[in-house]
């Protein structure tokens, strides 16, 4: 059964940060791109950062550009995204997604399998 999960979510203060961590099983972790989307309340979900399975290329959205860091430890079978310098505006429920492919995907479409989320709130 495949699992996809996400933790480290919460309460922070605007500039504050916070390391999200989606811990996969079920599958061969190392031959799946894995990547980081978020939805606040009344928007659609959007994709926050990507980092693929081959050679883990990264993407990064503009708005968390200088700011999120992607990375991957496969003999944990575990994507991180450090979120540095935290603000209101990156308050919602990020989602973790999976699929198994070699390049960097950034639309929530591409994706196979996905976790039910973990709340990131940034107070001002």
């Known amino acids: 059964e495949v699992q996809v999960v996400e933790s480290g979510g919460g309460l922070v203060q605007a500039g504050g940060s916070l390391r999200l961590s989606c811990t996969a099983s079920?599958?061969?972790?190392?031959?799946?791109?894995i990547g980081w989307f978020r939805q606040a309340p009344g928007k659609e979900r959007e994709g926050v950062s990507c980092?693929?399975?081959?050679?883990?290329?990264?993407y990064y959205a503009d708005s968390v550009k200088g700011r999120f860091t992607i990375s991957r430890v496969n003999a944990k079978d575990t994507v991180y995204l450090q979120m540095n310098s935290l603000k209101p505006e990156d308050t919602a429920v990020y989602y973790c997604a999976a699929r198994q492919a070699m390049g960097v995907m950034t639309y929530p479409y591409e994706y196979d399998y996905w976790g039910q989320g973990t709340q990131v709130t940034v107070s001002s």
């Open positions: 980092i693929s399975s081959s050679e883990g290329s990264t």
């Open positions: 079920g599958f061969t972790f190392d031959d799946y791109t």
